[in-house]
């Protein structure tokens, strides 16, 4: 009976969320269980609701912030947390068209040490379109960045965590799409 009477009441506060969530409350606090099925869910539903709310965040920032720089930097560090990578790199491609100067580097909050000094500050055009070919390069996944008339404009490179080194198709799918 107490056994059930725990279950029961795990099940209610994650029921209660779930509707939170669907009234577009997304800020919920986590009500700790003994049971790791409820706890695993529960994670699972702080995940959903961080991730709807980055991308709020990402259209706010793209409909708001006039001075580009500052808007792909934040558009960045928005795109890292809730694809939840390690770090994010933005290189945007010169006037001449055949470099990709750095332009925006994110690291996650707990995510990786500091490692500028290993981004180069420029790469040509023909690295990063063999970089976006490849399926992966090393631990990461480098997208180009394209214009609505498909013009190159740059390339995102996200670098995995520990989490995520077996992202398959579905992964690449979903960062191609939100870049």
């Known amino acids: 009976w107490l056994a059930g009477r725990q279950i029961g009441h795990a099940m209610h506060r994650l029921s209660a969320r779930s509707r ?7 800020e919920t606090a986590s009500t700790p269980s ?11 539903l702080q995940h959903m609701g961080r991730t709807v709310q980055n991308f709020l965040g990402i ?5 708001r912030e006039t001075q580009t720089e ?6 960045l560090n928005q795109l890292v947390e809730t694809t939840n990578c390690v770090q994010g790199v ?13 332009a925006a580097v994110s690291r996650r909050r707990d995510g990786a040490a500091d490692s500028d000094h290993n981004l180069p500050e420029s790469i040509p055009v023909a690295t990063g ?4 070919s490849e399926q992966r390069v090393a631990d990461s996944l480098a997208l180009r960045l394209r214009s609505r008339q498909q013009e ?19 992964f690449r799918s979903f960062a191609e799409r939100l870049s």
Request: glycine share 10%; charged share 25%.
């Open 59 to 63: 259209t706010e920032t793209i409909s």
């Open 129 to 132: 379109l063999a970089w976006a």
């Open 34 to 44: 003994s049971l790791q099925e409820v706890q695993e869910l529960d994670r699972v």
């Open 90 to 102: 933005v290189y945007l491609a010169n006037q001449g068209g055949d470099e990709l100067a750095l």
């Open 70 to 75: 500052v808007m792909l930097g934040k558009v």
């Open 152 to 170: 190159l404009l740059g390339l995102l490179v996200l670098q995995f965590g520990a989490d995520q080194r077996d992202a398959g198709d579905d």
């Open 20 to 26: 939170k969530l669907a009234r577009f409350q997304f």
